[in-house]
C-alpha cells in the first residue's frame, strides 16, 4: 500500500515539474533551471505532458485499466521533450523509466487477468452444454474407501456431477514493519480461483 502512494507521488511531482517548460515557453516568471529557449510549440507539450501525468496519477488511485496507457504516452512524450534540453533535464529520464516500467508490469498482470477470466467463460460455456449425470455408486467405486465414505456422508450419491467449482479467498495480510513507516497495515485479500470438470 505505502509503495502505491509512493509511486503516485513520484508520478504527480513528475508532472507537475514539466510545468517549468511551459513556464519557460510563455516567460511566467524566472526559470533558471531551464537554460535553452523553449517555443511556445514545444511549452505547450510540456503542459500537456502534466495533464496527462496528473490524469494518469488520479486513474492510478482510482484503479482504473487505462492509466497505464496514459502514463505511457506521457513518458514518451516527456523523454523527447527532455532530448531537447538534456543538459538541465536528463535526470528526469529516471523517472520515466520507472513510470514505463511498472506502467508494462501493470499492462501485463491486466492482461493476464483478462485471459483468465475469457478461459473462465469458455469453460463455463463447455460445462453447462455437458449433460446432467447423477453421480452412482458405480462412479465412486474406484475411490479410496474413506473418500467413498465421505461422499456418503456428505449425501451427494444420486446428485447431479459436479461441473464447476469456484472458491473465494478473503482474508488479511500484515505488511512488513519499514523505517518510514513503523507501524505495519493490514492488507485485505480477495482472491477466486475457478476449476472445471470435463467429462
Avoid at 513520484?10 to 515539474?17: D, S
Avoid at 496507457?69 to 538534456?86: G, R
Avoid at 483478462?114 to 465412486?140: G, P, R, Y
Avoid at 456431477?161 to 485479500?189: A, T
Amino acid at each position: 500500500m505505502l509503495l502505491k502512494y509512493i509511486f503516485a507521488f513520484v508520478m504527480l511531482i513528475h508532472g507537475l515539474i514539466h510545468l517549468m517548460g511551459f513556464a519557460k515557453a510563455y516567460r511566467y516568471g524566472n526559470i533558471t533551471q531551464l537554460t535553452k529557449d523553449i517555443s511556445k510549440t514545444n511549452g505547450l507539450l510540456w503542459f500537456l505532458v502534466t495533464i496527462l501525468f496528473v490524469v494518469a496519477t488520479v486513474l492510478f488511485l482510482m484503479k482504473k485499466e487505462s492509466w497505464p496507457y496514459i502514463v505511457i504516452i506521457a513518458a514518451v512524450i516527456s523523454q523527447i521533450l527532455i532530448l531537447t534540453v538534456w543538459q538541465d533535464a536528463k535526470f528526469g529520464t529516471i523517472a520515466n523509466v520507472i513510470v514505463i516500467l511498472v506502467a508494462v508490469a501493470a499492462l501485463g498482470s491486466q492482461r493476464f487477468e483478462a485471459n483468465f477470466v475469457k478461459d473462465v467463460k469458455l469453460h463455463l460455456q463447455h460445462t453447462n452444454t455437458q449433460s446432467t449425470d447423477l453421480l452412482t455408486e458405480a462412479d465412486i467405486q474406484s475411490l479410496p474407501l474413506p473418500v467413498q465414505k465421505y461422499l456418503r456422508y456428505c449425501n451427494v450419491l444420486n446428485k447431479p456431477k459436479v461441473k464447476n467449482i469456484k472458491v473465494v479467498f478473503d482474508g488479511e495480510m500484515r505488511e512488513k514493519e519499514v523505517s518510514l513507516h513503523p507501524m505495519p497495515q493490514i492488507i485485505k485479500l480477495i482472491r477466486s480461483v475457478e476449476q472445471f470438470v470435463r467429462t
